[in-house]
């Protein structure tokens, strides 16, 4: 079974105080790892998506880097624009050994709080 | 160009009662997918489509139908309300090529 696991469950920092969100997974097939952004009443925002371990996407203040095991989304001297939850989710093929582009296996997600 | 359009945002319903939530596409994806989302517990699938006539269940399949009679069009239908329904549903789409879904701004539905 897949299983994507996130921690912190929930985060506080100082605006400038520069932290990291941990995704650790286990799943047969991965075919992408995506992070999402999900503000308080809205539907998740699409962020990155990493398909193979040693890359590295960035944007703005975020950047999202992967391993065979983990992911890590790095923030960089955040604002409190940036609180949200963030939400980790693992790509895998619909039916085992599918060649279909699959379904997403979300994490609980992170809460990160940042204070002015 | 709306994305993914779902309504109601919100609904009560009494348990026993059903209901339809309706969720709507206009960027021409063949994926679309329906997830409830409940508090520490994670986006959950519930049931999926890969076009239009092809459906099948997700995780979470038990209490809900869905129909895919179009590529716009992926309601989901709920027959006799149960307290455990209660949660935020999301629609989502995708083109079946990679990259991330899109997701509706949900229906929070309480069962009471």
């Known amino acids: 079974e897949d299983q994507v696991t996130q921690s912190p469950e929930a985060l506080r920092l100082q ?31 699409f962020l990155f998506t990493l398909y193979s371990a040693g890359e590295e996407k960035e944007k703005e203040r975020l ?48 809460i990160l709080t940042v204070h002015p | 160009n709306a994305g993914v359009t779902q309504t109601p945002k919100f609904r009560i319903l009494k348990i026993g009662q059903s209901m339809t939530l309706q969720c709507t596409q206009d960027m021409n994806h063949n994926y679309m997918y329906w997830y409830r989302q409940d508090p520490g517990m994670g986006l959950k699938l519930i049931y999926y489509s890969v076009g239009a006539g092809i459906t099948d269940k997700g995780e979470v399949p038990n209490g809900y139908n869905v129909s895919r009679s179009t590529t716009e069009d992926f309601p989901l239908r709920l027959e006799l309300a149960a307290p455990s329904q209660t949660s935020v549903y999301f629609c989502a789409s995708s083109w079946g090529g990679g990259g991330g879904y899109t997701f509706g701004s949900g229906t929070r539905l309480t069962v009471v």
Do not use: M
């Open chain 1, 15 to 45: 605006e400038g105080e520069s932290s990291s969100l941990n995704c650790s997974y286990t799943v047969s097939g991965l075919r992408g790892l995506f992070w999402y952004r999900q503000d308080p009443g809205k539907g998740p925002e």
């Open chain 1, 63 to 110: 950047k999202a880097t992967l391993t065979k095991k983990e992911s890590f989304l790095h923030i960089t001297a955040p604002k409190p624009e940036d609180s949200a939850t963030y939400l980790c989710a693992v790509r895998t093929p619909l039916e085992a050994g599918g060649t279909s582009y699959g379904k997403l296996t979300f994490g609980q997600g992170t």
